[in-house]
């Protein structure tokens, strides 16, 4: 089993990979800025479930084939952009909403209200299909991960989801708190239709270099 020594090296090396600007906590700034906390929570918690997918790929050395052929590789990457594009088309479309001033919880019932118009599973699926389809999240996983099991702590693949579990915690931890941040600035940004327009337009651009970066990653 794993040891407190390589726990503490380890979460805290969790926690600065999680703080570290990258594709994944930025998805969940806009996300949360557009339309609202619990829409980013939920991208959270789909972005959580990718690294789930990508810990037991790894467990079961499935990963590896994506470190070793270019083609799936590249068809999963391409799979990725091309939804990123899809989402960046949406927020460039999107119009501006009316939203009553007068309202005694702006960032409360709003909120909710927002991400129950997008769709609950909706939102939680666009972050699962985030991380799930960025083959270099897996390829780093099979890099990682491993540096911190050992057979001698008994099974390697028991190890691995251990480790991946404790990823997911570190992720919950800083995701959750951008998403909370973000949520509760956007939501105060979102009463004027003019902020409306401005973050969705950024947010259509944030997605489309997103595209452009994943679709332009090497093995």
């Not at 799979?79 to 309202?103: H, N, P, Q, T």
């Not at 995701?175 to 337009?201: D, E, H, P, V, W």
């Amino acid at each position: 089993m794993l040891t407190f020594e390589v726990l503490a090296l380890f979460f805290p090396l969790c926690i600065l990979l999680a703080l570290t600007p990258g594709p994944d906590n930025i998805f969940v700034l806009t996300q949360s800025a557009l339309n609202g906390k619990m829409a980013g929570i939920l991208v959270v918690l789909g972005l959580c479930t990718g690294v789930l997918v990508h810990t037991t790929a790894v467990a079961m050395g499935v990963a590896a084939i994506f470190q070793a052929s270019p083609t799936a590789f590249n068809v999963l990457k391409i799979i990725g952009a091309l939804y990123l594009l899809y989402l960046a088309w949406g927020a460039l479309r999107a119009k501006a909403e009316d939203i009553s001033v007068g309202d005694e919880n702006p960032n409360g019932d709003q909120d909710i209200n927002r991400a129950q118009k997008i769709g609950y599973f909706k939102l939680y699926r666009r972050g699962i299909i985030m991380n799930v389809t960025n083959p270099k999240v897996s390829i780093f996983f099979l890099s990682f991960l491993p540096q911190f099991a050992a057979p001698t702590r008994g099974s390697m693949s028991l190890q691995m989801i251990l480790l991946g579990g404790f990823f997911i915690l570190s992720t919950i931890l800083i995701f959750g708190g951008i998403a909370l941040l973000a949520g509760s600035i956007g939501g105060y940004l979102q009463r004027s239709s003019k902020a409306q327009t401005i973050m969705n337009k950024t947010a259509g651009l944030v997605f489309i270099a997103l595209a452009i970066k994943l679709a332009t990653i090497q093995q």
